[in-house]
């Protein structure tokens, strides 16, 4: 009961601050050994809003230890619930700190990707990451440190959960594009692409970046250029379906 109410907190740390900007939220699922708050906004929504709604759960922590400290003094717990308490107050709190997708640390990890990298480029590196970090806190459980069933199953949870988001790592990457077609995403500033007018329009997406317009320009032989918007890049895509034309053909057509 006592780590169920601590995730519980953590949890409603995170609901309170996306609740507060607009989130849409399909509730709350709680384990034994942790929680999630299910929402499709990840990757779709502005940066600080996604910082921010991440470090609300771990910010519970230190509510929690405040209440600890003010019960400590009371007689309301006994002095070795409180401890208990304080002790798997900690472990929750440096556990989610670990930068392993989707933990908390792993996904302050995938902003400051997202802040340096192509979303897609950032999103396969916190996967690989995080899948690679696992295996080794495995082999470590196994082989060099004491081993602790929970552990075990808590690291080889969070292994299954990084094969199946690898899986799916291609809808996500639709999802933002998506996002982006239907004007729903935050532009703080313009980026310009330049590609070749042999490149197609995946090798234009794979270079997008989260709160940012990207202006593309068509080098053509002769080092000729011309300059397309990316909206009628993602329109010729999802609805004029030209997935193997290059872009060379597609400013012809829009032009």
Known sequence: ??????????????????????????????????????????????????????????LQHLLIYMLLFFLS??????????EMAFFYNTVILLFNLVPIWPLDGGKLLFLIFSKLFPYRKAYHSILLFSLCLNILFIILLLLAVPFTLSAFVLFSFLAVENRKNWKERFYVFMRFLLRRYNGTTN????????????????DVFNRFQRDKKHTIYVTFPGNTRQSIDEMDCLHSYFHGRHYNKSLGEIVHYVS
């Open 187 to 202: 532009i703080k500033r313009v980026h310009p692409i330049e590609v070749s007018c042999h490149s197609v329009l995946m």
């Open 1 to 58: 009961m006592i780590i169920l109410g601590i995730v519980l907190i953590h949890e409603l740390g995170h609901f309170m601050m996306a609740t507060a900007f607009s989130w849409r939220i399909r509730g709350i699922m709680l384990w034994v050994f942790g929680g999630v708050m299910d929402t499709d906004e990840h990757g779709t929504r502005p940066l600080h809003e996604e910082v921010l709604v991440t470090i609300a759960g771990p």
């Open 73 to 82: 003094g009371s007689h309301l717990l006994s002095s070795s619930l409180v």
